[in-house]
């Protein structure tokens, strides 16, 4: 005999549905990842664009080389930041969506680039700002050595240096939200398809 109890058996022994997906479904969600993905990186290059211009224009005007030097350095980190944005994580073409042999692993793959794209964002996202942004912050303190102000602008380079460490994990901390997120929609996938 049994220990559990009547409700307890009926729930554990219930015929279990199977889980699935339409094709309309996966159209659907891709469609909207395509929109998402289009957005986000509009978005990405209107800021870019704008960084490029004033950090470039910067490099001109600023006091220091090492400054100079920095905002050149940003500037360029941005253009890469850029560049590598198409080529990681552009939207999906109609013409790459015809070319799909199903919505499902045309949906999938999408995922998968995406997750990637976010899961690597140290590489490609945030590396390239790193040098310049150091060498901006360290103008300060280069700056001020020797005069009244080198406590001043020391300290203006550790919380700045500290500041941007902070905003880094943070970006880096929201794409691996992200990509947890789109490994879950992975995961829905394969299991609606029976992988």
């Given amino acids: 005999m049994s220990e559990r109890d ?33 957005r986000r990186n509009f978005t990405e290059y209107a800021v870019g664009a704008v960084l490029i211009v004033v950090f470039g224009a910067v490099a001109f005007v600023a006091e220091t080389p090492l400054a100079k030097l920095g905002c050149a350095f940003i500037a360029i980190g941005v253009a890469v930041v850029m560049w590598q944005l198409h080529v990681r994580t552009h939207a999906a073409s109609d013409s790459d969506m015809s070319m799909a042999d199903g919505w499902a692993q045309f949906y999938r793959q999408e995922l998968v680039r995406q997750r990637d794209a976010l899961s690597g964002i140290w590489r490609w996202y945030l590396g390239p700002l790193i040098p310049g942004m150091t060498l901006y912050w360290l103008s300060s303190g280069v700056k001020s050595a020797g005069s009244d102000s080198f406590l001043w602008g020391w300290a203006t380079t550790v919380v700045g240096l500290a500041a941007t460490v902070v905003v880094f994990a943070m970006v880096a901390s929201a794409n691996k939200v992200a990509a947890k997120a789109l490994q879950a929609e992975i995961d829905e996938l394969d299991a609606a398809r029976g992988s």
Avoid at 16 to 30: G, K, L, P, Y
């Fill in 6 to 38: 009547p409700l307890q058996e009926l729930w554990v022994n219930q015929p279990s549905e199977r889980f699935t997906m339409s094709i309309d479904d996966i159209r659907t969600r891709a469609s909207k990842l395509r929109s998402i993905v289009r």
